[in-house]
């Protein structure tokens, strides 16, 4: 290949970790990686992957954690309110803890 351009890749590429080689194969116009690139794309992708997934284990224990508290809350305002207190301001937190409640839970749902 000394002094020509592969017809596959016009321009250079690093080398393969696991062959050496410094060209990808074309098929049919296509690039595409060999046999020996598969571990590397698989450990890359497994990496990306877990990153993600440990993002969202930890949204979902935040949303938990969140869930716990309002419910807390709501119980100790609905209790308030049982031994007659009858306070709108009340009222106005025990309905925006349950909306919040309810956005949580349909949140935790659908993740």
Same mark, same amino acid.
């Given at each position: 290949?000394?002094?020509?351009?592969?017809?596959?890749?016009?321009?250079?590429?690093?080398?393969?970790?696991?062959?050496?080689?410094?060209?990808?194969?074309?098929?049919?116009?296509?690039?595409?990686?060999?046999?020996?690139?598969?571990?590397?794309? *698989?450990?890359?992708?497994? /990496?990306?992957?877990?990153? &993600? !997934?440990?993002? #969202? %284990? +930890?949204?979902?224990?935040?949303?938990?954690?969140?869930?716990?508290?309002l419910d807390a809350q709501i119980?100790?305002?609905?209790?308030?309110?049982?031994?007659?207190?009858?306070?709108?301001? *009340?009222?106005?937190?025990? /309905?925006?803890?349950?909306? &919040? !409640?309810?956005? #949580? %839970? +349909?949140?935790?749902?659908?993740?």
């Amino acid at each position: 290949m000394t002094g020509k351009r592969s017809r596959c890749f016009p321009y250079s590429r690093p080398a393969c970790l696991y062959c050496g080689s410094r060209y990808f194969t074309s098929l049919f116009g296509r690039q595409f990686l060999g046999s020996c690139h598969a571990p590397f794309v *698989l450990d890359r992708f497994e /990496t990306q992957l877990t990153k &993600e !997934l440990e993002g #969202i %284990s +930890d949204e979902m224990s935040s949303m938990k954690r969140r869930k716990e508290e309002l419910d807390a809350q709501i119980a100790n305002l609905v209790a308030a309110v049982a031994d007659g207190t009858k306070s709108p301001a *009340l009222m106005g937190e025990i /309905t925006k803890r349950e909306r &919040e !409640l309810s956005e #949580i %839970s +349909d949140r935790l749902l659908f993740v």
